[in-house]
């Protein structure tokens, strides 16, 4: 009885040590941080119809942009005023409400991947390092990108498809090194900054039609965290998140406040067009840090929303009167000139109905959590 004992006594001992080793195996095989974003993320898989459809829309989307950049080539009057005045005005309303739609069908999005369904790929995992370096490139790209429309994007077809050249040959470099989506939807592109500013509460939320399978490319993956997950302090990511957010309204501003250079450009009017927009930035971005310095801690993501309502209304408050022949510099970003036929009073209506919808759906509408795109299962979970 005694030997039978010290056998189960011994047995036990080893299931309890065979459980232990088992919890840890398990624990060290989740990615890093799966504490907090494996529960944050949801799974499902694009089937049937559904997949169908989001591939049409990519390949269309792709042919309309590749019919874009063609014509900034050869028909450079309706490229400039197709691309400046239609597409990107429409840019900043997307990203609020659907910013996954807007990245399922992007352009520079599937030439990205090109590498990874095309199998052509080194697939490397980005580090957090790089991650941090290419988030400061993205918002870099963004301010640099930008005041060169005054300078010769604005008025010229060729320029403006060159640029777009550079931005789809980096975007095709980096789905050759790197895996799926990290190097540039969720890395490089100068637009992601500002789809993660605005897109905090969107309101369609399709299922991701570039991945297949989730291959934990970059984590957290910003199209599938149901919540937003502040960057580590004193970071890259931090760095670059809070210089985004609190000099966009400034430099909003300030690139609005300077004309276009329709005479060659001149060294005064290349530092103009730097030189208003980088200032504004830097005194909305002061007065960003010191509130978040001396307000409660828990007020930060309330602050960013402020501060995201402030950018984008500032930015339909100049962009709609220009669309229409009303803006400070008239012949500038005009899509159509309504001065002689539409009142000025409708055109301040619109202003401040854009104004007070994007409080409301920034600050004040109550909403559950939401992802941009529902992120399909996993194809592994890598460390």
């Not at 994007?153 to 789809?168: M, P, R, Y």
């Not at 055109?347 to 939401?370: D, I, N, P, S």
Request: some cysteine; overall charge positive; hydrophobic content about 50%.
């Amino acid at each position: 009885m005694r030997v039978f004992n010290f056998r189960l006594t011994k047995i036990t001992e080893w299931q309890s040590k065979l459980a232990l080793f088992s919890r840890i195996e398990r624990r060290n095989s989740e990615p890093p941080m799966s504490k907090i974003y494996t529960q944050i993320q949801v799974s499902e898989s694009l089937l049937g119809n559904e997949k169908l459809l989001w591939r049409s829309l990519q390949w269309a989307f792709f042919m309309v942009g590749l019919g874009l950049f063609l014509s900034l080539i050869f028909f450079p009057d309706f490229g400039v005023v197709a691309f400046w005045d239609v597409l990107i005005p429409l840019a900043p309303l997307l990203f609020l409400l659907g910013a996954g739609a807007w990245r399922n069908v992007c352009p520079l999005a599937s030439v990205a991947l090109f590498p990874h369904h095309f199998k052509f790929s080194k697939r490397r995992r980005l580090s957090t390092k790089w991650q941090g370096g290419l988030s400061m490139g993205s918002v870099g790209l963004l301010f640099l990108i930008v005041p060169a429309r005054h300078l010769v994007l604005n008025n010229d077809g060729v320029a403006t498809a060159i640029t777009l050249a550079f931005l789809g040959g980096m975007a095709l470099i980096g789905g050759m090194f790197f895996d799926v989506k990290s190097a540039w939807c969720a890395g490089l592109c100068p637009v992601h900054p500002v789809e993660k500013l605005y897109g905090q509460k969107v309101g369609y939320t399709p299922a991701n039609a570039h991945c297949g399978a989730c291959h934990n490319c970059v984590i957290p993956c910003p199209d599938s965290i149901s919540k937003q997950v502040a960057p580590k302090p004193r970071s890259l990511q931090d760095l670059s998140s809070t210089l985004l957010t609190g000099g966009l309204p400034g430099f909003i501003w300030g690139w609005f406040h300077v004309p276009d250079c329709r005479s060659g450009g001149n060294l005064m009017e290349c530092l103009t067009a730097y030189a208003l927009p980088w200032a504004t930035l830097a005194l909305t971005l002061i007065t960003y840090v010191l509130l978040r310095k001396f307000l409660p801690k828990d007020l930060e993501k309330r602050l960013a929303s402020v501060f995201a309502a402030a950018s984008i209304s500032c930015y339909y408050w100049y962009r709609i009167p220009s669309l229409l022949g009303y803006g400070l510099f008239p012949q500038d970003g005009r899509l159509i000139d309504l001065s002689q036929s539409l009142p000025l009073w409708s055109v301040v209506a619109m202003q401040v109905a854009a104004v007070a919808f994007f409080g409301w759906w920034l600050l004040l509408r109550k909403t559950e959590q939401t992802v941009w795109a529902v992120r399909p299962p996993y194809l592994v979970k890598r460390k």
